[in-house]
């Protein structure tokens, strides 16, 4: 089954404590993105990926790093997380860049 | 970055009614997309719109890409409530074809 596939889904964590999120794709897209969903505030891209060791920032990479060293993954690292990152992450995939995204099922993260 | 502002915020209807909802930027689009977001889940791909004045429809859903280029409408006809969700318009900003931008959302609720 073509997907994304997140995780964890769920996580709490404390202040300043590194953590990251796996993101894997099994449908040979080349684009991939991070967003994070806050109410009020719809969906705000984080990081994309056009390729293998391409990456930019969306519009909210304050606090985030990603790496693209293998097609298939894109995880989203945290170095020192902040209660201001309590959020929904969504991970996509695309192969075609902003049109056709397929999303995961989400990682609810709280930083306590 | 930027906008893209929906509306209404939200929307509390009888089944079988009609449902219409839109979606403004203050710079033009080159596409616009429809998603909708069902609870637990990732956003999933309902509509694409690729041409001013085209007009799309898929099933019961028909989304109209507005001729300035700068809104989009979706509309739902004969709601059921599997119609529930937050139906998100996105699209990628002028020269940025990389990058998606979302709405805010409209939540949709329905009263058997």
């Known amino acids: 089954e073509a997907q994304v596939t997140q995780n964890p889904r769920y996580l709490i964590t404390v202040t300043g404590k590194k953590l990251t999120v796996t993101c894997s794709q099994n449908m040979n897209h080349e684009y991939m993105s991070w967003y994070r969903q806050d109410p009020g505030l719809g969906l705000r891209q984080i990081y994309y990926?056009?390729?293998?060791?391409?990456?930019d920032k969306g519009d909210v990479p304050e606090g985030y790093k990603v790496s693209r060293k293998e097609k298939r993954n894109f995880p989203l690292i945290l170095e020192s997380p902040s209660p201001n990152q309590t959020s929904l992450y969504f991970c996509?995939?695309?192969?075609?860049?902003?049109?056709?995204?397929?999303f995961g099922s989400g990682t609810r993260l709280t930083v306590v | 970055g930027q906008q893209l502002n929906q509306s209404p915020q939200s929307m509390f209807i009888q089944e079988g009614e009609d449902v219409s909802m839109n979606c403004t930027s203050s710079s033009i689009f080159n596409t616009w997309l429809w998603y909708k977001q069902e609870p637990g889940e990732g956003p999933v791909l309902l509509i694409a719109l690729y041409k001013a004045g085209e007009l799309t429809s898929n099933g019961r859903l028909t989304a109209q890409f507005g001729i300035t280029r700068k809104d989009s409408f979706l509309n739902i006809s004969a709601s059921i409530p599997s119609d529930v969700g937050i139906y998100f318009c996105a699209g990628p900003p002028y020269g940025g074809a990389q990058k998606l931008v979302f709405g805010q959302g409209t939540r949709l609720t329905i009263n058997p």
């Open positions: 996509a995939s695309s192969l075609t860049g902003w049109a056709g995204y397929t």
């Open positions: 990926s056009m390729n293998v060791e391409v990456t």
